[in-house]
């Protein structure tokens, strides 16, 4: 997991090495719509998509200060 402050916004980088792929995921929620939808709700953007073996997602967040 990667964080940066940055002047204007706070950006979260999530990468895995796709080990957990074959294993059946827990359901109840969302997924990436619902995280895109909350990021886009806050003025930010979110961006996922696969990374070699595995995925990254990548999201970034207006800071307090520079929220609509």
Do not use: C, K, S, W
């Amino acid at each position: 997991m990667l964080v940066d402050y940055l002047p204007e916004a706070l950006r979260v980088v999530l990468t895995d090495d796709g080990a957990g792929a074959a294993q059946p995921a827990p359901g109840g929620g969302n997924g990436l719509p619902g995280m895109r939808a909350r990021a886009t709700a806050l003025g930010g953007a979110l961006h996922a998509a696969p990374d070699g073996t595995g995925f990254r997602v990548t999201a970034i967040l207006p800071t307090a200060e520079e929220r609509p």
